[in-house]
T-cell receptor
Framework: AQSVSQHNHHVILSEAASLELGCNYS??????LFWYVQYPGQHLQLLLK??????LVKGIKGFEAEFIKSKFSFNLRKPSVQWSDTAEYFC????????????FGRGTSLIVHP | DAMVIQNPRYQVTQFGKPVTLSCSQT?????MYWYQQKSSQAPKLLFH???????NEADTPDNFQSRRPNTSFCFLDIRSPGLGDAAMYLC???????????FGSGTRLTVV
């Protein structure tokens, strides 16, 4: 079975700092990859997704992620964070080829100080 | 707007008293999921429906049941809630095949 690791459990940044959240997965085959964000008291929302093609994926709110197949990674980045980016971030993986059940990482809590 | 709606947002129940959480969707998605999310943990899949086909995760306790009377509605029944069942319960939907999941706002369950 596949698994997803998010090594940064808590990240604290000041506004305008750059962000990179790590996501590594273990699965030998082709995968579809997702990043979700959960703002305080709200539901999970899709930030971006990768199915195929350009490994650099741009999402909403200035976020992007890069799929590096050789490293089994899908790290999330943002060049300059804002206070409103304070949220929980979840990476998720679905194996390609018929599965529709995502495996979520544990999540990374991001706090941005104004 | 098409969406996934969960009711109620907050539910307090007594230890051992059956409780039902509801989820409705206007997206006409084939697949509906129930997740349990505890603080600082990843959402944990309890079960899902592909149309009317019910799929239970192996480690989902028997205390948790689900019903999907039609495409739009799905219910989570907790027959005898324990203190350890206090959590956020998330409903999500997706169309058949791969796609981004649409989550409801969740129901936060407190067991007293």
């Amino acid at each position: 079975a596949q698994s997803v690791s998010q090594h940064n459990h808590h990240v604290i940044l000041s506004e305008a700092a750059s962000l990179e959240l790590g996501c590594n997965y273990s699965y030998g085959g082709t995968v579809n990859l997702f990043w979700y964000v959960q703002y305080p008291g709200q539901h999970l929302q899709l930030l971006l997704k990768y199915f195929s093609g350009d490994p650099l994926v741009k999402g909403i709110k200035g976020f992007e992620a890069e799929f590096i197949k050789s490293k089994f990674s899908f790290n999330l980045r943002k060049p300059s964070v804002q206070w409103s980016d304070t949220a929980e971030y979840f990476c998720a993986v679905i194996p390609s080829g018929g599965s529709y059940i995502p495996t979520f990482g544990r999540g990374t809590s991001l706090i941005v100080h104004p | 707007d098409a969406m996934v709606i969960q009711n109620p947002r907050y539910q307090v129940t007594q230890f051992g008293k059956p409780v039902t959480l509801s989820c409705s969707q206007t997206l006409n998605h084939n697949v509906m999921y129930w997740y349990q999310q505890k603080s600082s943990q990843a959402p944990k899949l309890l079960f899902h429906y592909y149309d009317k086909d019910f799929n239970n995760e192996a480690d989902t306790p028997d205390n948790f049941q689900s019903r999907r009377p039609n495409t739009s509605f799905c219910f989570l029944d907790i027959r005898s809630p324990g203190l350890g069942d206090a959590a956020m319960y998330l409903c999500a939907t997706t169309p058949a095949g791969i796609g981004g999941y649409t989550f409801g706002s969740g129901t936060r369950l407190t067991v007293v």
